[in-house]
DNA sequence: TGTTTTGTTCTTGTCAATAGAAACAAGGAT
DNA sequence: ATCCTTGTTTCTATTGACAAGAACAAAACA
């Protein structure tokens, strides 16, 4: 098993509240930010903004924001079917 | 909600499979290598090699082992655990 | 007390992700 | 056909995580 593979598995039985203090263990805070700033930014595209729109709410470069929509195209279509869910709780 | 608490809210109710696709695609190889080799050298601290003997063997800079062990240290013991389960399935 | 081992911090330079801006490509609307 | 909007790519510079190695701190041990 793979150490990637591991920390999935672990991932996938920790609860909400663990997952949390465990990223900000692991993780830097501005990796932190960064991350957050990824997940949006594919939840802005999946709500059909521009990308213009999106990097100037978000204050990121053009540039990041076509290499989200690239993995919206490229995907198994997880990260895709996730932002979908998202969006129908709203 | 913040950003990253809805992510831990996703990870905590999806598969290790749709897990480790989805860190697939919001990470870059880089940084899941980076990422693989943090949560490395967190598990062979909790097995009690020295520093010098992790970072030897892993490639990496004692800082970079130090961090790790400042982890250990200073948190709400999240990590601390799941080091201690991983070791106990052996 | 002095020595050795181990952990921690610091300095210099490297590398990957990124911002910012511009250029380019592709469609749509007029 | 010509704009105009939108998506994509390229360029340069910046930033943060990091390696490598040295220096420093702390603890164990003789």
């Known amino acids: 098993m ?3 593979k591991e920390l999935a598995n672990i991932l996938s039985k920790m609860s909400e509240k663990d997952i949390l203090v465990f990223l900000h263990e692991i993780l830097t ?17 999946g709500e059909n903004f521009t990308q213009r729109e999106i990097a100037n709410k978000l204050n990121v ?6 290499r989200g929509a690239k993995i919206l ?3 198994n279509a997880i ?8 969006k129908n709780e709203h």
């Open 2 to 4: 793979t150490d990637i």
């Open 29 to 45: 805070e501005s990796e932190i930010s960064d991350l957050s700033k990824r997940w949006r930014i594919l939840k802005m595209l």
């Open 61 to 66: 470069g053009l540039c990041k924001v076509t």
């Open 73 to 75: 195209k490229n995907s």
């Open 79 to 86: 990260t895709l079917k996730l932002i979908k869910e998202i």
